[in-house]
């Protein structure tokens, strides 16, 4: 006889423990040590460990883009592409993949709000339509269909006041509001959108939402998660499964990402305030987003988790310094 699982309640928030204070500096809080059962989805190592894995990434691939006829087959592309002129940024995909018929799929977890994200998502896209397009001295400007999937934990448009946390965008006409080309597709899921609860799950893409959103919080695989892939999906993210190496470089992740998200919290509260001050100085407004953006510039989507934990808190004090 299966032994029995509770159900698992809400999660709880995450308790966060204060760093030390200099004597003349205010220094950003950092969330202890998780103490769950499961892996950060969000973070670097638990992105790359549950995507990493072609049943779950297929599985989850299928829910989101919904393809005529599905997707079976999937193989991982290299992730880095260089622009035409030397000068040109380098993009780097966190996940770029193509399927057995011929898609190009690119998946993106961005944790922190970006000023221009949008725009970014169609630089990304664009670069990779154009290294699928461009090919020796002629131009073929036929092309496989192409996806980029962005899973965010901010919301894209907060003036739109959007509740569906899962939006499919494509090429229309605007006047009769029909597609114009099927074949370029992006989809972003906000999770602070995702506001569901277990008893409220339906479908397998609510249940992907809900694992990707509070996993790292709960300590019993849940009745509504029981089953399928969902297993394979919680299985895979038992910390206590890892190995030490896996483990050290999950907390490592976690610590760096739990700093960057802070720091750029911290930062994006303050050029609020000062924007709704009637003393306003901009000077100090450009020097605070001109930090958050070199955040970005050296964590990427993923905030760092190659950087070591002891040098991420420098910069982040350096950071408070700055202001």
Known sequence: MAKKVAIQSEPKPKRTVAVKKSA?????????????????????????????????????????LKIKGGITNLTYAPTIRTGVAKEDRTA?????CTTGTGDHIIVEMQVCWHTNYKQRTIQYLSRLIDGLTRKGKDYDFSMPPVYLVNIVDFEIDKELKKT???????????????????????????????????????????RWMYALKYMPKINR?????????????????????????????????????????????????????????????????????KIIAEYQRRYGTLNGASAKPRTTQVRARNSAKAR
């Open 24 to 64: 003349s500096k205010k220094a950003v809080a950092v969330p202890a040590t998780p103490k769950g059962k499961y892996i950060d989805p969000l973070t670097d190592f638990g992105f790359k460990r549950i995507f990493g894995d072609k049943v779950l990434l297929i599985d989850f691939l299928n829910e989101v």
């Open 92 to 96: 780097i995909f966190d996940l770029y």
């Open 164 to 206: 569906n946390f899962l939006s499919r965008i494509k090429l229309m006409y605007d006047e009769i509001y029909k597609p114009y080309y099927n074949d370029v597709s992006i989809v972003y899921l906000e999770l602070p959108l995702f506001t569901k609860k277990l008893s409220e799950l339906e479908t397998n893409i609510d």
């Open 221 to 289: 695989l849940p009745k509504a998660l029981q089953k399928g892939i969902f297993q394979k999906l919680f299985d895979m993210a038992k910390i206590a499964k890892m190995t030490r190496k896996q483990q050290d470089a999950y907390y490592k992740s976690v610590e760096s990402m739990s700093i960057v998200r802070n720091t750029v919290n911290h930062l994006q509260d303050t050029i609020a305030t000062l924007q709704s001050s009637n003393t306003t100085q901009q000077s100090t407004i450009t020097a605070q987003a």
